[in-house]
């Protein structure tokens, strides 16, 4: 049973295109993130919801949109793709905003591949 | 800024020796996590440590957290190609994100 899922696992578009990459989570955790990896391998934070309310928002383009449905996921939008989105982005959970402190659980990330 | 810098970025040696990798900051955090990320997969937490000095094992890993809360290392004993893999540190401030290290590429040769 996986705790932390993310959809598709691998995402190849073209420049311009608008798409978007799904996360759940089984754990009843309140906090959910969403982090960009790139080509070495450096974890950087995007985005991050508290039951549902956005608390962390980085310096990421307009053209990226989380939306938070419910506590138990998180997607991520974005429009007019460009090159340098290219890179692996996991999506992370944590019990509440206090306990991100003790650890994550991350999913097994997406691919994106923009040509 | 990068605020925590791990050390080295790339280590190769061969099964059964030790090792040790740190992680180094110059700011104080409230928390410090060690995650194993293996390829084509997400980082899996390893470890956390929240008072200064202290140790924490994890069979044949051992975590020190800085005496200052600044800094912290991972000792691995009798490697084994098991270990391969790349290890982030990640620092967490009281009402602050998480901040990652670069990560240590580890690779143990069989």
């Keep these: 049973d996986t705790a932390v899922s993310q959809t598709p696992k691998y995402l190849v578009t073209q420049m311009g295109n608008d798409k978007s990459i799904k996360c759940e989570q089984n754990l009843g955790h309140d906090t959910m993130y969403w982090y960009k990896q790139d080509s070495k391998k450096f974890l950087k934070i995007m985005f991050s919801y508290n039951n549902k309310e956005l608390i962390i928002n980085e310096t990421v383009p307009n053209r990226f949109s989380p939306k938070s449905p419910d506590k138990a996921h998180l997607n991520l939008h974005i429009n007019s793709l460009e090159l340098g989105d290219s890179a692996v982005y996991f999506c992370a959970s944590s019990q509440d905003w206090d306990s991100k402190n003790y650890g994550y659980t991350f999913g097994s990330g997406t691919r994106l591949t923009v040509v | ?110």
Excluded at chain 2, 4 to 31: A, D, H, K, R, W
Excluded at chain 2, 57 to 70: E, I, N, S
Excluded at chain 2, 75 to 85: L, N, R, V
């Design chain 2, 1 to 110: 800024t990068q605020l925590l810098e791990q050390s080295p970025q790339f280590l190769s040696i061969q099964e059964g020796e030790n090792l040790t990798v740190y992680c180094n900051s110059s700011s104080v955090f409230s928390s410090l996590q060690w995650y194993r990320q293996e390829p084509g997969e997400g980082p899996v937490l390893l470890v956390t440590v929240v008072t200064g000095g202290e140790v924490k094992k994890l069979k044949r890993l051992t975590f020190q957290f800085g005496d200052a809360r600044k800094d912290s290392s991972l000792h691995i004993t009798a490697a084994q190609p098991g270990d391969t893999g790349l290890y982030l540190c990640a620092g967490a401030r009281r009402d602050d994100k998480i901040i990652f290290g670069k990560g240590t590429r580890l690779h143990i040769l069989p």
